[in-house]
T-cell receptor, first 116, second 114 residues
Framework: NAGVMQNPRHLVRRRGQEARLRCSPM?????VYWYRQLPEEGLKFMVY????????ESGMPKERFSAEFPKEGPSILRIQQVVRGDSAAYFC??????????????FGPGTRLTVL | AQSVAQPEDQVNVAEGNPLTVKCTYS??????LFWYVQYPNRGLQFLLK??????LVKGSYGFEAEFNKSQTSFHLKKPSALVSDSALYFC????????????FGSGTRLQVQP
């Protein structure tokens, strides 16, 4: 059973360009979460999605950032007009659909975004 | 608002000695607590969780953690450290309201010396 897949692993963009980060959850998982990790810091929650729905986007910056999890295909975190402060590691996590909410989240290897 | 504190940036321990990585938390309601480990340039790997029940939780790779409600702590422990345990350890918390976002501590780097 493959784990959470993220691509690309490394992404370099120039200021003003767009960054698109992809996440495929573990098989059988229908919940996806995105976190951002700045250097030497812990992970900060950004957004929680289920298929075709954004459930909690309280951690998303108000501008330039968006996320989706379509019915088919991976979840996408999109950053428009990137700035140097967007340089970070972006981690995706997934968890299964269950009636409770106690399941741990399984993390992907991350995408390291560098903005030049 | 919920928060996690990991008061030590780094913990050094000799191989074979017991290790403790500290974590305290603040949350409204009942806490769900997690420990994750991160190796260089890798994602986070789940170690263990406390949801309810016994205060001593056993997890992967010989790690365990003790939930202490009165001290709002969830320290990670291992009786005998290995060099391969050297990594970055994160404590995380979530409340029991159904909101699934995890709040992470800033991490503790564990260095096990041979």
């Amino acid at each position: 059973n493959a784990g959470v897949m993220q691509n690309p692993r490394h992404l370099v963009r120039r200021r003003g360009q767009e960054a698109r980060l992809r996440c495929s959850p573990m098989k059988g998982h229908s919940h996806v979460y995105w976190y951002r990790q700045l250097p030497e810091e812990g992970l900060k929650f950004m957004v929680y999605l289920q298929k075709e729905n954004i459930i909690d986007e309280s951690g998303m910056p108000k501008e330039r950032f968006s996320a989706e999890f379509p019915k088919e295909g991976p979840s996408i975190l999109r950053i428009q007009q990137v700035v140097r402060g967007d340089s970070a590691a972006y981690f995706c996590a997934s968890s299964p659909l269950t009636s409770g909410s106690t399941n741990e989240q399984f993390f992907g290897p991350g995408t390291r975004l560098t903005v030049l | 608002a919920q928060s996690v504190a990991q008061p030590e940036d780094q913990v050094n321990v000799a191989e074979g000695n017991p290790l403790t990585v500290k974590c305290t938390y603040s949350v409204s309601g009942n806490p769900y607590l997690f420990w994750y480990v991160q190796y260089p340039n890798r994602g986070l790997q789940f170690l263990l969780k406390y949801i309810t029940g016994d205060n001593l939780v056993k997890g992967s790779y010989g790690f365990e953690a003790e939930f202490n409600k009165s001290q709002t702590s969830f320290h990670l422990k291992k009786p005998s450290a290995l060099v391969s345990d050297s990594a970055l350890y994160f404590c995380a918390v979530r409340d029991d309201t159904g909101r699934r976002a995890l709040t992470f501590g800033s991490g503790t780097r564990l260095q096990v010396q041979p």
